[in-house]
């Protein structure tokens, strides 16, 4: 991992890049200074002798040879971060970091502003500069990963803000997420305890999601997102008009059609950089060995007891984490069961409620619980927080209510209680 600084002239690149190889013990290196030693002339002469396509042929295989070291302060300059070609080689192992400043605080820390005229004839210095900066603005912004304001800081203070973001996202022990993800999931890594190494571990997840209906979609939608590196969908229904109005992963195109495999479609399109697993099964016991065997984590998205029980044996046989889910009206619950640490869903429900009726939803429960679900997974794959282990969450929207009530083991559970 490396980091990158750019940005125009007068924003102390120089400064902080030595600032910042000097705390982490890493290599300063100057782009335009390694142009000048390798060509054995200044970047104005070798742009007249020899042409800008020259020059920035020069440039780009300088870039490749500093993105494939490691540990490497870069100062670009302004304009080499401009050019796509330098952005996608830099940030395949790198964090960039641009230094923003406004035109005034430029000309001021550029030493001679002052007698400095304009290229543009007409205009003043000022005015050059704050014209060259609206140009290159959407590109630095386009190449970056994060925008650090210069005004009114010195060295010292950039080089600690730029510290604060990498300190969180790159630790340098952790393994390498490739630019394209470490882009799409740069927020949340910024989370205390997350960084890159949770990160990674969410990329090296597996998760099996019992049912892809109302709380199917919105938790599978939001692990998706967060960048867990295999989801397993399981559900034997097809898409129905009636699910529209919770199941935002369907359209009503996709009405009659399977829907693991709609839904498999929506979420590489949301994030191409997990794998979907879509399987059109039905859950029993006889199959739950080979639909959720090797799983990190368990989902019970479902919407009868009778499987959810054969979720339960499973994950107590096999000591999987399960996050559980119910929904009916304006009202849900949340648990995560880990056996053999918490009591299991009989320990709960030991019973199974009748399934013949078409029960109501309004489509914000699922949204709120399967979301819910969704963080829950992400805790503990992340190993971040605390989860609702020998809790039951019930959320009440008639009146946006959400109570814990505790839920101690039944010693002489069927299922768990031999369990140890």
Not at 259 to 288: M, T, W
Not at 389 to 417: H, R, Y
């Given at each position: ?84 070609q330098n952005v996608r080689a830099l940030r395949e192992n790198s964090l960039v970091f641009w230094l923003k400043a406004c035109p005034e605080t430029i000309v001021a820390r550029i030493k001679d502003s002052a007698a400095r005229p304009a290229l543009t004839q007409g205009k003043t210095f000022l005015e050059e500069i704050d014209e060259v900066l609206r140009e290159r603005t959407p590109l630095y912004h386009a190449a970056a990963d994060f925008e ?273």
């Open positions: 991992m490396n980091i990158v600084l750019t940005g125009y002239r007068g924003t102390g690149k120089s400064a902080v890049a030595r600032l910042l190889a000097k705390k982490l013990g890493w290599q300063s290196l100057s782009l335009d200074a390694m142009i000048t030693q390798q060509e054995g002339r200044t970047i104005p002469r070798i742009v007249d002798a020899s042409g800008w396509e020259y020059f920035r042929d020069v440039e780009a295989a300088l870039i490749e040879d500093v993105a494939a070291r490691d540990k490497v302060i870069l100062d670009t300059g302004g304009g080499a971060i401009l050019r796509p650090i304001d210069t005004d009114g800081k010195a060295p010292e203070k950039i080089a600690e803000d730029i510290l604060y973001y990498f300190t969180r996202i790159a630790e340098p022990a952790a393994p390498k997420l490739t630019g394209p993800e470490r882009s799409r999931y740069l927020r949340q890594m910024l989370i205390k305890g997350w960084g890159l190494q949770g990160q990674q571990r969410l990329r090296s997840a597996t998760v099996f999601i019992a049912g892809a209906g109302g709380l199917g979609c919105p938790a599978a939608l939001y692990l998706a997102a967060a960048g867990v590196g295999t989801l397993r969908l399981c559900d034997f229904g097809c898409v129905e008009a009636s699910n529209l109005n919770r199941q935002l992963l369907y359209t009503g195109e996709d009405i009659g059609k399977e829907k693991v495999l709609q839904a498999a479609g929506a979420l590489r399109r949301v994030n191409p950089h997990v794998l979907i697993e879509p399987l059109f099964e039905k859950i029993d016991d006889a199959s739950i060995e080979r639909l959720a065997g090797g799983a990190d984590l368990m989902l019970d998205c479902l919407d009868n007891f009778e499987t959810r029980h054969v979720l339960n044996r499973f994950a107590v046989r096999k000591r999987i984490p399960l996050v559980h889910a119910g929904i009916e009206g304006l009202a849900g619950q949340l648990s995560f069961i880990h056996p053999p640490h918490t009591p299991c869903l009989f320990c709960m429900f030991p019973g199974s409620p009748p399934t013949d009726r078409v029960f109501p939803v309004a489509g914000v429960t699922p949204g709120i619980i399967g979301t819910a679900q969704a963080a829950e997974a992400l805790k503990w794959l992340t190993g971040i927080g605390s989860t609702l282990q020998g809790q039951l969450l019930v959320w009440d929207g008639t009146i946006m209510e959400f109570q814990k009530i505790p839920i101690a083991k039944d010693k002489n559970c069927p299922v768990c209680s031999g369990a140890s």
